[in-house]
């Protein structure tokens, strides 16, 4: 079953740096997300990407955050300078595009720890 | 109003029961429906879509009533294996952003 791939599963870094969480979505999907789940709360819509290029953004997907598809496979999200609350997990998902009525598939995400 | 609500339970039955979850969403202009499940720290993974006809898949059963905005998950013979949590999810159309409820947990116990 083909899936979305994110790595690393793990990143630890301190406050106020850069980090870059990558995935690798379904290859033949058009729609490509990012999600982030802080321990204990609800999933929230971080960013939406589709045709190289963003389609659709929450409030909490500030300055401090971009996204990028530099070739043709990997989807990656930078946090420019983190601070403590960006600690959560972070997912990935991609999806075939708006005429498949299928589910959105999600990576098993890039565990954040920012201290 | 939440945009899509749940009751975060825990939902605790014996092995072999039936339980049913409920969930409300806000935004009327919804088309695509969704009950994804999560295991502790793992990401969401598809249990089902939610069609307006209602669905069922083995001892899943997924209902939506769109005058109401209210979407249904009935889960029968229930296994050690099933406890998670259940989230009811949303989107405007496919392909558009998901919006999550806050899940419920389901624990089954022996």
């Known amino acids: ?115 | 109003r939440k945009e899509v609500e749940q009751d975060p339970g825990p939902f605790n039955v014996p092995e072999g029961a039936t339980v049913a979850f409920n969930c409300t969403y806000s935004n009327s202009a919804s088309q695509s429906f969704f009950w994804y499940r999560q295991d502790c720290r793992k990401e969401p993974k598809l249990l089902m879509s939610v069609y307006s006809s209602g669905n069922e898949d083995g001892r899943f059963t997924a209902q939506l009533n769109r005058a109401s905005q209210y979407i249904s998950l009935l889960i029968r013979d229930s296994k050690l294996s099933d406890s998670a949590t259940y989230l009811c999810v949303v989107a405007w159309e496919y392909g558009n952003k998901l919006v999550f409820g806050t899940g419920t947990i389901l624990r089954v116990k022996s």
């Open chain 1, 1 to 115: 079953e083909p899936e979305v791939t994110q790595t690393p599963s793990h990143q630890v870094t301190q406050m106020g740096q850069e980090v870059i969480l990558r995935c690798v979505p379904i290859s033949n999907h058009l729609y490509f997300y990012w999600y982030r789940q802080i321990l204990g709360q609800k999933v929230e819509f971080l960013v939406s990407f589709y045709n190289n290029e963003i389609s659709e953004k929450s409030e909490i997907f500030d300055d401090q955050f971009s996204v990028e598809r530099p070739d043709g496979s990997n989807f990656t999200l930078k946090i420019r300078s983190t601070k403590l609350e960006d600690s959560a997990m972070y997912f990935c998902a991609s999806h075939p595009g708006q005429n498949k009525r299928e589910g959105y598939t999600f990576g098993s995400g890039t565990r954040l720890t920012v201290v």
